[in-house]
């Protein structure tokens, strides 16, 4: 589903991303995580086309986001670490305004908008403008719209900031469900132990390098997920 391939990305002298390699198949949740400046955000941008990459190449469902952006993006969903909505929109004109853009049909596109704003209990709040809304409440949107169209690549940065327990079990629950249909996962987090249960693979980054990668229990063994990311990143200084 996606294909990281020997990715590098500089600014200035200083490589951000060097030469990462990774694949996600489809049905996977991949946690990618690292220290504060690792390169994870850098990543997860030149994977959904915000940032362009200097070497190596990325492929999303077979397609280049070089060669074929637009057709990339038509499968992908972003979802990045503060949300930037358009705060003079309601809530419902921006679910509508995203669901116009892929082209969600009308039915289909209410059908899930009520879904999703009951469970996560915002569908009293639509009214109000977006610049009304909390911090969580704006996170609570950016999923739902990321959902509408139902993506098969979903790429989020640090999602459960912001969220209240409730909120951030539903959206545990929204990825198992949308990756057993078949769809993929690729998040960064800095909470270890959400990654542990949650991920099916993982990925540890540091200064732009891949330092492991792997099944759950390919990377950690019989020790926790936070005891070998914090050995790793000794052996690395």
Known sequence: MLKISHVTKSYGEKKAVDDLSLHIQPGEIYGFIGHNGAGKTTTLKSV?????????????????????????????????????????????????????????????????????????ELTQDLAQPIGAYSHGMKQKL???????????????????????????????????????????????????EVAEKLCDKVAIIKGGQ???????????????LEDVFLELEEEKC
Not at 62 to 73: R, Y
Not at 78 to 96: A, H, K, V
Not at 107 to 120: T, W
Request: net charge negative; proline share 4%.
């Open 48 to 120: 959904v086309g915000i940032l362009q990459f200097d070497q190596g190449e990325i492929y999303i469902d077979g397609k280049s986001i070089k060669e074929d952006p637009l057709g990339c993006k038509r499968e992908t969903a972003y979802i990045p670490d503060t949300p930037d909505l358009y705060e003079y929109m309601t809530g419902i004109q921006y679910l509508n305004f995203i669901a116009d853009i892929f082209g969600v049909d009308a039915d289909e596109r209410l059908k899930d908008i009520r879904k999703y704003a009951d469970r996560f």
């Open 210 to 224: 891949l330092i492991r990668s792997g099944t759950m229990d390919e990377v950690k063994g019989d020790d926790s």
């Open 142 to 192: 950016a999923i739902i719209a990321a959902w509408l169209h139902h993506p098969r690549l979903i790429i989020m940065d640090e999602p459960f900031v912001g969220l209240d327990p409730k909120a951030a079990h539903l959206l545990k629950e929204m990825m198992h469900e949308v990756c057993a249909g078949g769809s993929a996962i690729f998040f960064s987090t800095h909470v270890l």
